[in-house]
């Protein structure tokens, strides 16, 4: 891995860190990406599954993924309507650093609870 600097830039200078920290931005970005790598889910499954989650905050969330090219918001012609968001490709490219930044999020938990002992 090459060492992240500012002058990390593609031909369109465009930093990969800057951009994926873009990306990422914002507190329930990963938790929404996470349940999506699950499975598609509607948008109340969302909403039961990240209760402190306002409404307007996941809706917006969801648009910019969808901006994004990393979740999919998938119609149905059914009565009533039916969305779903689902990983795009370039989403479930994603799934791995999810599962990274779950192991690393579960040995971090482990070494705290093993320094209050």
Not at 99 to 105: A, L, S
């Amino acid at each position: 891995m090459s060492e992240p600097s500012s002058n990390n830039v593609n031909s369109y200078g465009i930093c990969p860190f800057s951009t994926t920290q873009r990306v990422l931005n914002g507190k329930w970005v990963l938790i929404i990406l996470y349940h999506i790598s699950t499975g598609s889910k509607r948008f109340n499954q969302l909403q039961r599954l990240i209760p402190d989650i306002s409404q307007s905050v996941l809706s917006n969330h969801l648009k910019q993924l969808e901006k994004d090219k990393l979740v999919e918001r998938t119609v149905y012609a059914e009565v009533p309507p039916r969305v779903e968001y689902g990983l795009t490709e370039i989403g479930e490219s994603f799934r791995k650093v999810l599962d990274e930044v779950e192991t690393w999020g579960a040995s971090y938990l482990a070494l705290l609870e093993r320094e209050q002992q």
